[in-house]
């Protein structure tokens, strides 16, 4: 056998396939101390250890066996692997909407590169319509990459950067919708980023990621992809909204304002909710349900970008036996704005408040958000958040924290007039704060069990 079939294999898991006479994408039955399995070799990452074999099973997931625990390998046939997608079936339609796919990184549009473990973006158009042909009976879908980059490396930067690629879009390119293919982790610090920036949009911006990467079964990647461009094209939400899976399963996917929304778990489907609020609305089976009309829809005209940022703020979490030289350490590091995540009502520890003090003192604005992330912050109730309102500690109302901290850097890039600064701060710019939560905001159709949602319909 010749190097190619063992690739990626090295040192014992080489040793293994060589005993038993099997090869990469042989298709194999294998006995271990654990128990029998079947399925295909698959190559080894690059990095990987030489103490395991990687085989998919034909669920389609893959797992890795001991080669310490294998009694026994048998190769029932071979099943090569295809490197390169298929060419596509259908054909992409221009007189449809068109629709720019743009590629910021995460998994959305990608494929699984079985020889280097990469994840590769799969934004040709061929390539595109290759893994989601649904696509062109919507829309006339156009991908370009901006960037590759784990979300968590995302800068105030990079939002520029898509900002101003998105104007282009709408403004040069008559663009009748916009989709950001984005990572998960920090899509809820773009979409917020977005909301303040791009103004007077004229169109759909919505942004959309994958939980679970494409080549497996349980994928999120088609089904949100599907609706985003289903939103970004037949929608009349003129605003930046994420279009994410609705329940674990493939029902549906939520509409969620820009500057309302979270990621609530690391890997559920339905990780994205609406807090303090009720979601837009949703999109199944191709047809959009809006649950409320108070968003800007869709008109004609163009977007204005707005890119003034003060990068240099601190977004603080309270926890007990935080000391004073915290926030010390951003004073003295010449930082413009602090928004701090505080207990309850917006609180933080009495031996803070030296600390607080001197920063407001500095012209350095402090912005109060909650950490419980529903309900608003209620300064005037107990004594310790009178004393911080003295200060001058601006009350978040009931923003997010991360949206307080998006929206102080861009509030601070065009004034740092403490009055105008706490003017624009608890003036409702983009939807991030809202005049009260609905009383079932904190359940309706937010990654609910199907059953559960309908008997509370039913209510």
């Not at 989601?132 to 784990?150: H, M, Q, S, T």
């Not at 088609?222 to 037949?234: D, E, F, G, Q, R």
């Not at 003090?357 to 005037?380: H, S, Y």
């Amino acid at each position: 056998m010749n190097e190619d079939v063992y690739e990626g294999y090295r040192g014992k898991a080489r040793k293994i396939l060589e005993k038993f006479g099997v090869k990469v994408w042989s298709v194999v039955e294998v006995i271990t101390k654990t128990g029998s399995f079947r399925g295909i070799i698959l190559p080894r990452y690059q990095l990987a250890d030489d103490r395991h074999i990687t085989i998919k099973l034909p669920t389609g997931y893959n797992t890795g066996l001991n080669v310490d625990d294998i009694i026994e390998m048998k190769e029932i046939g071979y099943e090569p692997g295809q490197y390169k997608l298929p060419s596509p079936s259908v054909k992409p339609d221009e007189r449809k909407p068109r629709i720019p796919l743009l590629g910021c990184g995460g998994t959305i549009a990608s494929r699984l590169d079985y020889r280097s473990g990469a994840v590769i973006p799969a934004l040709t158009p061929e390539e595109l319509y290759s893994m989601v042909p649904e696509l062109a009976d919507i829309a006339f879908v156009y991908p370009r990459l901006l960037f590759e980059l784990f979300s968590e490396n995302m800068t105030p930067e990079h939002w520029i950067k898509i900002a101003k690629e998105v104007e282009k879009e709408i403004n040069e390119n008559n663009s009748q919708g916009v989709v950001l293919g984005h990572g998960t982790d920090t899509m809820s610090f773009t979409a917020a980023a977005l909301s303040f920036m791009l103004r007077n949009l004229p169109v759909p911006v919505v942004l959309v990621g994958s939980q679970r990467s494409s080549d497996r079964p349980s994928s999120d990647a088609a089904v949100n992809l599907i609706n985003a461009v289903t939103l970004a094209s037949k929608g009349d939400v003129a605003e930046v909204t994420v279009c994410m899976h609705g329940t674990t399963s493939d029902n549906y996917s939520l509409i969620h304002r820009g500057t309302r929304v979270r990621k609530m778990h690391s890997s559920r489907r339905d990780a994205f909710r609406t807090i303090g609020d009720i979601p837009l609305g949703k999109v199944e089976n191709g047809k959009i349900t809006m649950f409320r009309n108070d968003y800007r829809k869709r008109t004609e005209g163009s977007v204005s970008v707005d890119v003034k940022l003060e990068d240099h703020v601190a977004l603080i979490y309270f926890y007990p036996g935080m000391r004073p030289d915290v926030i010390h350490h951003f004073v003295d590091a010449g930082y413009k704005g602090i928004v701090i995540a505080g207990t309850g009502l917006g609180h933080v520890a009495t031996y803070l408040f030296d600390a607080v003090k001197r920063a407001i003192d500095e012209n350095i604005p402090v912005v109060m958000t909650t950490q419980c992330l529903w309900g608003f912050v209620g300064m005037n109730v107990y004594e310790t958040g009178r004393d911080l309102l003295n200060f001058g500690v601006i009350p978040g109302m009931n923003m997010l924290p991360e949206v307080a901290y998006v929206k102080l850097m861009w509030v601070l890039g065009h004034t740092q007039n403490m009055d105008e600064v706490k003017k624009l701060m608890q003036t409702n710019i983009a939807g991030e704060i809202t005049e009260r939560e609905p009383y079932n905001g904190y359940i309706v159709l937010q990654g609910g069990i199907l059953e559960i949602d309908k008997i509370i319909k039913e209510l």
